[in-house]
């Protein structure tokens, strides 16, 4: 099993940047994809985007992509999402979670489980 803990999220206003960590424990994390997902108040959580096990392929929601890049760093069991020109609507509780399937089937994977999240708040 892995166990994941996400941070960096934090105020920001529109245009600016943040990095988030997805920080695993458990000697599996580099077998598993990876994806970001986030929750806005009064909505349902969404997928952001994916990463496989090699960092080689990775998948994006339209809504991210071209602002956002997931990178992971297995040396170090930790998964980042770099988001730039960020918008009001980012604002969200970001979760990251674990899957051993591919980076498309993570994004509809129902999750018996998350962590806490990190939240992002983007002011205009």
């Known amino acids: 099993q892995v166990q994941l803990v996400e941070s960096g999220g934090g105020l920001v206003q529109a245009g600016g940047s943040l990095r988030l960590s997805c920080a695993a424990s458990g000697r599996t994390f580099s077998s598993y994809t990876i994806g970001w997902f986030r929750q806005a108040p009064g909505k349902e959580r969404e997928f952001v985007a994916a990463?496989?096990?090699?960092?080689?392929?990775?998948y994006y929601a339209d809504s991210v992509k071209g602002r956002f890049t997931i990178s992971r760093d297995n040396a170090k069991n930790t998964v980042y999402l770099q988001m730039n020109s960020l918008k009001p609507e980012d604002t969200a509780v970001y979760y990251c979670?674990?899957?051993?399937?591919?980076?498309?089937?993570?994004?509809?994977?129902?999750?018996?489980?998350w962590g806490q999240g990190t939240q992002v708040t983007v002011s205009s």
């Open positions: 979670n674990a899957d051993p399937g591919h980076v498309l089937t993570i994004a509809t994977t129902k999750f018996g489980s």
């Open positions: 990463i496989n096990w090699s960092g080689r392929s990775t």
